[in-house]
């Protein structure tokens, strides 16, 4: 474990579509809710609520909810380009970078969650659990872009499961 990264990691997956229809399902609030989160809501810096419909802007605020958990996730939305790059904090002063690349009738994405503290509860709870609940989520955001099908547990009464 001497060589082990635990400041970051990175993920990969290609998804059938096009690099507009992904850039947009990580952009627009409502589209989040499709594949990632059970709610979403984007502040602006007034701390007005962002059009859901919209793609998000640099320096919105975010509240995260996942199904089966109370508590949101905050953060903010550090850099995007209205392309093919996002930018978020996520838990706490960790970075995630996304980018997308057309090949072919594939769009990549790349993940990159990094900026992560070397504390014993971050390599745990952050480096390792966070890579392990990416993995998931960009499986299920290919079901749901390439096949409509959600693979995320909703049913509180079945409990937290690696699928939430």
């Known amino acids: ?17 096009s690099l507009g229809e992904v850039y947009d399902a990580w ?19 007034d701390k007005a609520i962002f059009n859901r419909g919209n793609n998000i802007e640099q320096g919105l605020s975010y509240e995260w909810y996942w199904y ?10 550090t850099s995007v380009n209205g392309k093919d790059f996002l930018q978020f904090t996520f838990e706490g002063e960790c970075l995630v970078d996304v980018k997308l ?25 952050v480096r390792l659990g966070c890579s392990n609940g990416w993995t998931f989520y960009l499986t299920n955001f290919k079901s749901v872009i390439e096949g409509g099908l959600d693979l995320r547990n909703k049913d509180d009464k079945l409990g937290i499961m690696i699928n939430n």
């Open 1 to 17: 474990m001497e060589n082990f990264n635990w400041k970051s990691f990175t993920k990969k997956i290609a998804v059938k579509a």
């Open 27 to 45: 952009t627009k609030p409502q589209e989040l809710e499709s594949w990632f989160l059970e709610k979403v809501i984007f502040y602006d810096a």
């Open 68 to 77: 089966l958990y109370e508590e949101p996730m905050l953060g903010k939305i």
């Open 101 to 125: 690349e057309e090949n072919g009738e594939f769009t990549i994405i790349t993940l990159i969650h990094h900026n992560i503290p070397e504390d014993n509860n971050s390599k745990q709870f």
